[in-house]
């Protein structure tokens, strides 16, 4: 029985390869048509870069860095000195140790952390260094120069009341140059370590404005309900004349500044701490013109964080 022997049908959709429409395709102008050499060149069949089996694929021009070879699965990890958990190493205590320290160095290094950046500098902080020199100076006058000579320059630059009426800008300007206490007093100290932290965080010309208007506006704020009760007749006329000089205003000033500039954290211990202080000195009742003096120039430093948070000029890890 004769059986005819029909050609396989070819699915309309199929296309034998190199062909469009039955018709041969055409190489690119420098293509060679044979896929060894193609091969050969490093190239697959659609173009990509060819790759050796079993590799995983990788996009073009995009480079790993996060995996780990065995070998590296038990190395130290950089600045440690311990060994990873899991690879059979026991830590040694003294290695982790050393480690930690050298990674709190390195941190400290990074952040800029000096300990001498603490005290002020003629380039990092003119403001404070010179400033310092000032009251340094004028100390060191208080102490070892003839005792008549001081009183006379204190009463002359104190600002009280008569004081004030007759040359306020001198008083005031003068009245800054004096440290009640010597230059070993809490407020010497405190100027050193909050002036220059403040500086640098946002200039000599703005820590100078800061301290200023908190010696100015306290001492005025002080001074003039004692003129007006004179006026009134509730003060003596003795009241008109004392002895008021120093620092401390414009160092609580600066102090409510800079806590506007710390971390929250530290910010609040600093405030708290610090009002503290001038509160048990308001109840001790001491001097209570004075007391009330320093919460006021801590508020009016308070009052600066806005405008110091603006203008707030990036540290310099310098000088």
């Not at 950046?117 to 990092?124: A, E, F, N, W």
């Amino acid at each position: 029985m004769n059986q005819s022997v029909r050609p396989a049908e070819v699915a309309p959709d199929a296309e034998t390869p190199g062909t469009l429409n039955a018709i041969p395709r055409q190489s690119p102008p420098g293509e060679s048509r044979d896929p060894d050499a193609r091969t050969r060149a490093g190239l697959s069949e659609r173009g990509a870069p060819a790759r050796a089996p079993g590799l995983a694929p990788w996009s073009a021009g995009r480079t790993r860095t996060d995996e780990r070879t065995p070998s590296d699965a038990g190395r130290t990890p950089p600045g440690t000195g311990c060994s990873p958990p899991g690879t059979g190493h026991a830590p040694s205590r003294a290695a982790c140790g050393s480690g930690a320290v050298e990674g709190l160095r390195a941190r400290a290094r990074a952040a800029g952390f000096r300990p001498w950046r603490l005290l002020p500098t003629p380039i990092g902080t003119p403001f404070t260094f010179g400033y310092a020199l000032v009251l340094a100076a004028t100390s060191l006058l208080a102490a070892y120069a003839d005792p008549d000579l001081v009183s006379a320059l204190l009463h002359g630059s104190s600002t009280d009341v008569a004081h004030l009426a007759h040359s306020p800008v001198l008083v005031l300007v003068a009245s800054a140059l004096w440290i009640a206490g010597g230059i070993t007093s809490p407020y010497a100290i405190g100027f050193l370590l909050v002036l220059t932290a403040l500086e640098r965080r946002i200039g000599g010309l703005r820590t100078a404005g800061v301290f200023l208007l908190g010696h100015v506006v306290a001492t005025l704020a002080t001074e003039v309900p004692v003129g007006l009760s004179v006026l009134a007749g509730h003060l003596p006329d003795t009241s008109l004349h004392r002895l008021d000089y120093g620092i401390s205003f414009g160092v609580a000033a600066s102090v409510g500044a800079l806590a506007g500039l710390l971390t929250p954290w530290l910010r609040w211990i600093v405030l708290a701490g610090f009002g503290w202080m001038l509160v048990d000195d308001l109840i001790a009742f001491t001097d209570p013109m004075t007391n009330w003096g320093h919460l006021m120039a801590l508020l009016i430093g308070v009052a600066t964080w806005p405008l110091l948070r603006r203008r707030r000029r990036p540290r310099t890890p310098s000088a």
